[in-house]
Antibody
């Protein structure tokens, strides 16, 4: 069974940092591009970041560029999102996702809630 | 960035109704579009990929069509478990972008 399990969410003060992890199992982790998608409370879905299978290329949304960094450890089958300079606008559920695009393999984790508040 | 505009933003329908949701892209995206369903408190699940291919395990009452800039998701006969929010996602050009969502609730 494919699983993506996020951890590391929580309450952080404005200006603070947090690192999310996503432990993957049930598929060949090193073969697939992976993504982070977030959803603010009561709002829609927003692409945050993408990393290629080999980890060499990354892409971030403009709203988090320079503050968030996506990375992966293929030996540990784990995806990461380092989030710095957090503001209240970053409060959201963060999903670790294999977005399939034109490929049939598409899977979402249950999400990690990040709350930025003083 | 490519903007994805869904319509309507919400609709009320009855069990058994035929429901159609539209997604328009700000520029042509070929068939690089997927449809997702999200129920409250749950992660989204993909229903359709490549505009018209049914995701494995998804009931056949769901179908997708379109190419270029206009796409539709159709539910042929709405079931109680289909009341949810639906999103389109374009993957033609980075950053990939979602539509704003269409909430389907009970009339």
């Amino acid at each position: 069974e494919v699983q993506l399990v996020e951890s590391g969410g929580g309450l952080v003060q404005p200006g603070g940092s947090l690192r999310l992890s996503c432990a993957a199992s049930g598929f060949t982790f090193r073969k697939y591009n992976l993504h982070w998608v977030r959803q603010a409370p009561g709002k829609g879905l927003l692409f945050i970041s993408r990393i290629t299978a080999d980890g060499r290329e990354t892409k971030c949304a403009d709203s988090v560029e320079g503050r968030f960094t996506i990375s992966r450890d293929n030996a540990k089958s784990t995806l990461y999102l380092q989030m710095n300079s957090l503001g209240p606008e970053d409060t959201a559920m963060y999903y670790c996702v294999r977005l399939g695009g034109s490929d049939p393999f598409d899977h979402w984790g249950r999400g990690a809630l990040v709350t930025v508040s003083s | 960035d490519i903007q994805m505009t869904q319509s309507p933003s919400s609709l009320s329908a009855s069990v058994g109704d035929r429901v159609t949701i539209t997604c328009r892209a700000s520029q042509g995206i070929s068939s690089d579009l997927g449809w997702y369903q999200q129920k409250p408190g749950r992660a989204p699940q993909r229903l359709i990929y490549a505009a018209s291919s049914l995701q494995s395990g998804v009931p056949s009452r769901f179908s997708g069509s379109g190419s270029g800039t206009e796409f539709t998701l159709t539910i042929s006969s709405l079931q109680p478990e289909d009341f949810a929010t639906y999103y389109c996602l374009q993957h033609n050009s980075e950053p990939w972008t979602f539509g704003q969502g269409t909430k389907v609730d009970i009339k």
